[in-house]
Structures are given as C-alpha cells and as structure tokens.
C-alpha cells in the first residue's frame, strides 16, 4: 500500500502471534474431534484466519449487480486438514445458504459475524484433503469488521481493494497472509460492462442479459490481495519485452484525466523492468494496474494487477512503490501483521532506488536529509517500527523508517553485501512467507557481521538512532 496520499488505518481489534491452537468441541458432544480454532494466531487481529487448515486453491464465481449492489455466488476451496477437526472456521462476512465439503451437506453457524463455522458430515482426519463448497448471498457494504467497512462502490463502480481486510467481504476464507494460495475469478455482471481482476483473462462468456469475466493467477497469493473491479473500464492489452500486462481505467474519470491515468498505466512494465535490474526477475505471469474512479485515497499492491485512485498528476514514485511490492509483499509475504515494515519499508527504499538510478539524487542523501532535518524530539522517532501496533501499521514512519533501515544497512554493511542481501531475501523466500527476525538472521549471514545493536536501534528502540557507524550513520 502506498501512503503518498497517507490514509489513516481504520480502527482495529488486537493482542502476539502464536501457534494455532485447536479449540475442544463444545460440551454438547456433537463431535468427538476437536473444533479448529477461529483465529491462525495473530497478535493485532486474533480472528484473523483460522486453525487447523491450509488453504490451497480458491475458485471464486460471483454474481455482482451494480444497481443493488448485491452479491451472491459459490467459492469452492481445495483444502487441507492440518490436524483432526471436527468443525473449521472461515473467515466470511456475508448470509451463506449453504455449505458442502466433498459433495456432502455441511452444517455451517455463526458463532461471530466474522465466522463461518462448517460442522462436516464426518470429522476430517488431519492430513485429509478436502473440497469445501459455500454458497452465499448478501450486500457486502452492510458489513463491517474490526471497525472497518471496507466496500468501495457505487451504482456504477465496484473495487474489492483494501488492506489489511478486504476478503470476508466478497469471498469465504482463511484470511491471513500466513496461507496464500492460488485463485480463479469468475464474475458476471450485466452485458457491457466490464471486469478485471488478478492474473490473465482466461474466457469472456455472454449471454443476452451478461457477461462473465473469468480470471486466473497462478501463483499462491495472500487473500487481501485478491481483487475484482466491475463497471465501465477502458482496457487497454500489450506486451512489454516479453512481458504481459493489462491496464484499465474508469470512465467515471473524466477524458482529461483519464488519460493521464492511463498514460501513468503504461508505464508498469518497464518500471517492472527496472526493477529486475536490482531485484532478479519479475515474480509472476503479467502486470499492469487499474484507476478506479471511485473516491479512494490510497492505492494497493494486489497480485500482478495494483489498484490505484486516479492518476492523472505525477506518479511514477506511486507505480514504483506499488510495483516493488510485487516482490516484496506479494511474492514474499509477512508471516504476521507486526513485520509491516518489511513490506513498506523495502517497497519506499525501492522509491529512492528509482531517484537513485536516474541520477537525480542518492539514497544516501535522502536518508542523510531526512536524518537530518527530523529533530530528535518528533513524534515520527517514537514508533518501534519492528512492531508498531495494530493502530498504526500504515504510520508514516513505518514507511520512511522503514526506508532509512535498509539504507542504513546498506551503508554499514556495503554495496555488494547489501544486494545480495536483498536477491537472497527473494530467491530464499519467494511464493512464502517471513518474519523480521527472518531478515535479521540472513543480513547477518550474508555480511558476515553481528547485527544485533543496529536492528535493535532502527527496529526496536524509541528514539533517534545515534549517528554511529554501528547504526550505518557514520
């Protein structure tokens, strides 16, 4: 997510992340297999995700009607039980009708309006897989979690974009970025209008009333970056050195600037070949990104496709950030909400490495100058941004810090050790997830040097790092 157009988080629920943990079944004795636990373990969101599954696979076929905006439709999910269960959550915000898991009818709850809980036939045994069948109906803008009410749509536009929640409100999951998996997208919406979502257009399907838009990504992808954006969009296809990409723009936005906003499209792919020159290759099939018109203050890194606001001023900096976030975010995912900077932090430090390569001014000099002219008693210096909080994982300074930690260690552990660092980082860990201690544990590897005083002072200590060489100051 790019904070140049900074927008406060809404306010969230909380508490360090653990295990998953296996709940034991209520003492109705229903079932003699434990129930799976209806968060993954989450230290800021503790319903987030469930226990005791893996998700491998969405297939997602929704019916959207702009007018109403009503939803309603079936996702099948291939998954597998990661311990005996005789009941699992899902993290889905909508009415669901009806539920089967392997073609037999599930009973299915609601223990919180965030949970589904799926009572199966028979227990599943752990290491089972399993196809899990939920069909649903509702109007997701009626919905809210964590304080959040995250549907962006009107009678003409519908956008599925938000962070660090946007699944429950269109889909059934498990819905931490811990279980990423790959997603098929189909959604019909009346005849004309159009719809994009993640990965490449696999089929168009008419009828005289609809049209059915049918996307596919094939990499495992976290599910807040899963998306589809529905009304009238200008799309424009091509080819770049090899690369696919697909741009679209809404035409709520008015000619002039949708114009704009689709020239600043055009720029995707070779900003994604720039950054191959730091970065190794680009990590998935396609690229390009999508303006709504929608009134939408930030623009999201989703899989292979971001979403953005209009852009019809500057943004070569905002395409940038968002398109480094395919490797850092989207290919290598966080573990856990905590380790946010891992994902801002690398995605502004690759703002400055664009200035940097064309010559314009050093990341060096951007961090000397923001060193410099930020006093040591502003607030921006008392954030532990190893760690910020629930509240405040789209602060400012998780951003900037974030950017100045890896600048930093670039300057106290050199050039030459810093990138392959970074390559390392991606090759290790790409199609995963990691954890700051992760980051830590492979710099000091690939330097050669203890490390620990400098991520405490950048990471973990309120205050204005000194300006020692131990901190990459000096």
Known sequence: MNRSLRRTSAALLATVVVAPVLLTQAASGEESAPAGSPGIGDAYWPLDGNGGIDVASYRIKNRYDLASQRLEGRTVLELTATAELGSFNLDFLLPTTKVTVDGRRARHSRPDKHELRITPASPLAAGSTHRVVVHYAGNPDDKRYAGERNWLANDREVVAMNQPHMAPWWFPGNDHPSDKATFDISTTVDRGREVVANGTLVSKTRTKRTVTWRWRAEDPMATYLAFFAAGDFEIERG?????????????????????????????????????????????????????????????????????????????????????????????????????????????????????????????ADILRGSYDNIAADDPFWDLTIGDPGKDRIFDNAVYERGAMTLQALRQRIGEDAFWLLLRTWLQQKAGGNATTQDFEALAASVSGQDLTSFFTAWLRTPGKPARTADNGLS
């Open 239 to 363: 080819t770049t050195g090899g690369l696919p990409w697909v741009n679209a723009v809404s035409r709520l936005q008015d000619d002039r600037t949708r114009a704009g906003s689709m020239r600043a499209l055009r720029t995707s792919a070779s900003v994604v070949k720039g950054l191959e020159k730091d970065l190794g290759p680009y990590p998935f099939e396609v690229t390009g990104g999508i303006s709504t018109g929608l009134p939408v203050g930030f623009a999201l890194e989703n899989q292979t496709r971001p979403t953005y606001p209009t852009l019809g001023g500057p943004a070569e900096s905002l395409i940038v950030h968002e398109l480094a976030h395919q490797w850092f975010g989207d290919d290598v995912a966080i573990a856990r909400w905590s380790d946010i900077w891992l994902n801002e932090g690398a995605a502004t430090f690759m703002e400055w490495r664009w200035v940097e390569r064309k010559g314009s001014r050093s990341a």
